[in-house]
Every structure is written in structure tokens, then in C-alpha cells.
């Protein structure tokens, strides 16, 4: 990922389920929080109720996918988190990608830098 590191911690993870501001939709729920750094952050989980390993996997790869396809078009210095939702594990990954293309992006700016454009 071009502009992107994970975020591995879960100090991280939960300062931004606090103090980050969240986009729920039908496959996900984002977190979201500028990080005033020059690159982004990005954290995706899973949890028991999306279904077994081999299901909570494809979500984290649909995911993964869907956020390399439009990672350019992503505003720069931003804490992302992810998390799957159980009807994420029946679609395809130009299905999520398209959501974030057409209305994540978007919204991500909004939340994260109270940007009405684009």
C-alpha cells in the first residue's frame, strides 16, 4: 500500500473506537480520526459474529482489496479502522469497492476533516 501502514496496536485501535468518528453501512462499520502525519493508518478487524476463520478471513481480504483499489483517492493523514460485518462475507470485492469509490471516500473526508467537497 502506497501511503498506507497498519495499525497493529490495540492502544491504537481503541483510542480510535473512543474518539473516532464512524460511518455505518450495510458491509462495515469505519472508524475514522485525523492523524496529522503524511501518510495514513489503517487497521481491519473481524469479530466471531461475521463467522468461522475461513469467513472472517474473505471479509478481511475483501476489505483489504476494496481499500488498495481506491487508496489513491483517499485523503492523506488519516486513521482508518474497519471493522466487518457479517454481510460483507457474501459479496465480491468490487461490490465494497464500489461503496467506497461512490460514498466512503467521501464521507471519510467528512468525518475526519469537516470537508463538505468532492
Do not use: H, W
Not at 475514522?32 to 474473505?58: D, E, F, M, S, W
Not at 454481510?87 to 471516500?105: A, D, H, M, P, R
Not at 476533516?113 to 468532492?118: S, T
Amino acid at each position: 500500500m502506497l501511503y498506507t501502514e497498519i495499525i497493529n496496536k490495540n492502544k491504537d485501535f481503541l483510542y480510535l473506537y473512543r474518539r473516532g468518528s464512524s460511518l455505518v453501512s450495510k458491509y462495515a462499520v469505519i472508524y475514522t480520526r485525523k492523524n496529522g502525519r503524511p501518510y495514513n493508518r489503517l487497521g481491519i478487524t473481524a469479530g466471531k459474529k461475521v463467522g468461522n476463520a475461513v469467513c472472517r478471513n474473505r471479509a478481511k481480504r475483501v476489505i483489504r482489496q476494496a481499500y488498495m483499489e481506491t487508496e489513491k483517492d483517499m485523503p492523506i493523514g488519516v486513521d482508518i479502522i474497519i471493522v466487518a460485518r457479517n454481510s460483507i462475507g457474501t459479496i465480491k470485492s468490487t461490490v465494497f469497492t464500489e461503496f467506497l469509490q461512490n460514498y466512503g471516500i467521501r464521507k471519510i473526508r467528512e468525518l475526519a476533516f469537516g470537508d463538505k467537497e468532492k
